[in-house]
């Protein structure tokens, strides 16, 4: 049986009188590091494309395309990772992605052009949504139950330190030329994808996938490993071989006649049982883990990040340190709100954060469209509405991280059962990437039409619509887990 978090049982009685493994806690981190890739994207690219934008001579559009390129090629990656991982593996899973966006790096870093910039931007996003699906993934199957919410988190914490780290680069190298700033930012991303591959030496399989391939004693070895004691670990692996041996079979109904192996199982009808032929709790998992995941990129947190620095240009701030300036104070905001995030989820729960943080973000939104409206109609660009546009930014970014930022990585990998885990996840951060990328390469041709209060007010009302998708559907999904942790054994 599962607990609320996703994990059986067995696993929360075995880690409430243990703390957590340090062997667990150092794969979650390494895992977790994948995610410093789009993160460092997002924050480098802010600065990177005004840079190109001014060295090339491309146009405002042709600047949108760059920007969300990456994302709507991510989606290619999140869909290809949940099928590929339950085939080659959760660890070799992402080895292929930091490689994939290893080769995207140097491309852009080496460009000659926009043509060239754009198709490492399009092998980058391949890699990006691999890591997305991955990483979280990878750390849920591999946390015990009374920790998941924290290590699955890690993801967003690295997103988000990737972000500053972006940031801090695209304010230390503002001084070189144009020609030489934006692409030595752009190719430094190859450092960490580097690190990333090298790192996976050290880390096991999972032990869920290796249950699910029948390799049972592999994968007891790793449980012993990751697990506080060898009565813990004996529970676990008791209860991931006992998930591993229910297949779903064709009218929904469960049954435990199939042992997966090695030979004759890599997903194999997942797709149908997600898509085709859902049963009900399947098809209200797939509500909820759709519904966060959309409103996660709606929300623009992607695209007030990616075009701030265009946004306070034409607000009047001229001076390049002072736009990369304001970046910082930003990311170190967002940095210090998703550790908190992170460290009180399991305390708190998932879904009064989650509520906290869409409300916050509503009003943080409109607050930042009040002051871009004011400051777009006004000749005299007054202090305190730069300010107010400041700290409105800040606390978007800070609710964000607060609530949607590291809960959607946490619901979208604990909500499915073991066997749908891997490909419901791809699918969910699929819609993920489609509409971040949908909001990146439109944002800047709406602001033009609507000016960036406009938008900014729009972006807020789709928070107030997500604030109440959170407040109703989710108590559902609750009560879904609830539901399935009593009765239903098989979709575990």
Not at 75 to 89: E, N, Q
Not at 185 to 211: D, F, K, N, Q, T
Not at 420 to 444: E, K, T
């Amino acid at each position: 049986m599962e607990s609320k978090d996703g994990g059986s049982a067995a696993e929360s009685c075995g880690q409430s009188k243990s703390g957590l493994n340090r062997f667990t806690l150092l794969c979650a981190l390494l895992a977790s590091t994948n995610s410093i890739l789009l993160g460092y994207d997002i924050g480098v690219m802010s600065g990177a494309a005004m840079l190109i934008k001014e060295n090339l001579k491309i146009s405002s559009v042709q600047e949108e395309v760059l920007v969300g390129t990456l994302n709507i090629f991510s989606l290619i990656g999140s869909l290809a990772s949940g099928k590929t991982s339950d085939f080659i593996g959760r660890r070799y899973t992402i080895v292929l992605a930091a490689s994939t966006f290893l080769v995207g790096a140097l491309f852009m870093g080496l460009a000659p052009s926009f043509h060239f910039i754009l198709a490492g931007r399009i092998v980058a996003g391949i890699g990006v949504g691999i890591a997305l699906m991955i990483a979280p993934l990878y750390t849920a199957e591999l946390s015990p139950a009374m920790k998941r919410g924290f290590l699955t988190s890690l993801p967003e914490v690295f997103i988000t330190l990737g972000i500053l780290l972006g940031y801090v680069v695209n304010y230390s190298l503002t001084g070189l030329p144009l020609n030489v700033g934006w692409r030595l930012m752009l190719g430094l991303a190859a450092v960490p994808a580097v690190a990333i591959a090298l790192g996976v030496i050290a880390m096991p399989e999972s032990p869920r996938w290796l249950a699910m391939k029948g390799r049972v004693d592999e994968a007891k070895k790793v449980l012993l490993k990751i697990s506080s004691n060898p009565d813990e670990a004996e529970l676990r692996l008791r209860e991931i071989t006992k998930a591993a041996s229910f297949v779903t079979g064709p009218t929904g109904s469960p049954t435990s006649a199939h042992v997966a192996t090695a030979e004759d199982w890599a997903g194999q009808g997942v797709w149908k049982e997600l898509l085709i032929r859902p049963s009900w709790p399947v098809r209200r998992m797939l509500i909820s883990a759709i519904g966060i995941n959309f409103f996660m990129q709606a929300s623009g947190n992607d695209a007030v990040i990616y075009y701030l620095p265009e946004v306070f240009k034409a607000a009047g701030v001229k001076r390049k340190k002072q736009l990369f300036g304001v970046n910082v104070i930003m990311g170190l905001s967002k940095s210090s709100f998703v550790l908190i995030s992170a460290l009180y989820l399991d305390k708190f729960g998932r879904r009064p954060l989650i509520l906290l943080g869409s409300l916050g973000m509503a009003v943080s939104l409109f607050s930042l469209g009040l002051g871009s409206k004011f400051l777009g109609e006004s000749s005299r660009k007054p202090a305190w509405a730069i300010v107010l546009c400041v700290v409105a930014a800040c606390a978007d970014v800070s609710f964000f991280s607060i609530g949607l930022g590291p809960i959607t990585w946490v619901y979208s990998s604990e909500i499915f059962p073991m066997r749908l885990r891997a490909q419901g996840s791809s699918l969910a951060i699929s819609v993920n990437r489609l509409v971040s990328g949908v909001v990146s390469l439109s944002f800047l041709s709406i602001s033009n039409k609507i000016t960036f209060g406009g938008m900014f007010f729009v972006l807020g009302g789709v928070m107030v619509v997500a604030t109440l998708f959170f407040y109703i559907v989710l108590v559902i999904s609750i009560i879904i887990i609830v539901i399935r942790t009593l009765n239903w054994n098989w979709l575990v």
